[in-house]
């Protein structure tokens, strides 16, 4: 084997190295932006049930009517 040879094996080495990190950075990013957003996705899932928060004291006929059908009350 040659110096160049050896030199460009050693330079290919490096470089390999280094996209062994990038991609296991990249992972590491796409494993945290999932769990963001399943997350995310549970508060959003969470805050879209207004008629929970309302106590059924403060209703109008109408929500309070739905909400006893929601609640099986009725």
């Known amino acids: 084997m040659t110096n160049?040879?050896?030199a460009e094996l050693a330079r290919l080495r490096k470089e390999n190295e280094a996209l062994k990190k990038k991609v296991a950075q990249g992972e590491a990013v796409?494993?945290?932006?999932?769990?963001?957003?399943e997350l995310l996705e549970g508060i959003t899932e969470s805050s879209t049930d207004t008629d929970e928060q309302i106590p059924p004291a403060l209703m109008s006929a109408?929500?309070?009517?739905?909400?006893?059908?929601?609640?099986?009350?009725?």
């Not at 796409?30 to 957003?37: D, F, S, T, V």
């Not at 109408?62 to 009725?74: D, F, I, N, V």
């Open 62 to 74: 109408t929500e309070y009517a739905k909400w006893l059908e929601r609640t099986k009350l009725s």
């Open 30 to 37: 796409q494993a945290i932006l999932g769990k963001a957003y």
């Open 4 to 6: 160049t040879e050896r």
